[in-house]
């Protein structure tokens, strides 16, 4: 059976990265979920680090984007058309910890991602290319089938960034975290916008 791209879940809180930094958002992120949401580090290090497990990639699909969701980040705009849309959970032991959709100019797609099981920071950093994360904005997002998946009532951490090289956009990234992280993180305070 083939897989097909879930619909991108909808935000019900949104905030640009630099309104949560300078405080103008009615919300105080943890010290822990500050890094993990904020920082510049890859997620899949990270995730491999607070589990002590390999980070596995289930590849959802990965398929041409001819019309622009009106759930994407805006910053696909800046990249070059034709599109394509990949979506992975990833996986520690038997657990799913987050969920990643990614949007790529084709051709840079074809020449990074030749091992669309691999994560997109080992694609990117194979020869040890420089990389600059620029993360862009945090949301509060819901999905049903972020529920099924992670197995617990949302919402979901989300955050979205982008990747430079040479000083140009390659690639949009969207990733939302499973509230199970909270056994290493502590609590997230995800519900406190969603009364």
């Known amino acids: 059976m083939e897989k097909t791209l879930f619909k991108s879940p909808q935000p019900i809180w949104e ?49 041409l984007e001819p019309n622009r969701s009106k759930r994407a980040p805006k910053e696909i705009l800046e990249l070059k058309p034709p599109l394509l849309r990949r979506q992975v959970w990833l996986q520690c032991e038997s657990k799913t910890l987050a969920w990643a959709e990614s949007w790529w100019n084709k051709e840079e797609a074809d020449h990074h991602l030749k091992n669309k099981n691999q994560p997109i920071w080992q694609s990117l950093t194979q020869g040890r290319s420089e990389l600059f994360r620029e993360v862009d904005g945090l ?57």
């Open 15 to 63: 905030a640009l990265t630099s309104s949560v930094l300078s405080g103008k958002v009615p919300i105080k992120l943890p010290g822990s979920w500050q890094l993990m949401l904020l920082g510049d580090g890859s997620p899949t290090r990270h995730l491999s680090l607070l589990t002590g497990h390999e980070v596995k990639i289930e590849l959802i699909a990965m398929e």
């Open 139 to 195: 949301a509060l997002v819901e999905a049903q089938w972020l529920e099924n998946k992670f197995q617990i009532e949302g919402p979901f951490w989300s955050r979205h960034y982008r990747f430079f090289r040479k000083e140009r956009e390659l690639t949009v990234i969207r990733e939302v975290f499973s509230p199970h992280l909270e056994n290493w993180l502590g609590d997230s305070f995800r519900k406190q916008l969603n009364k």
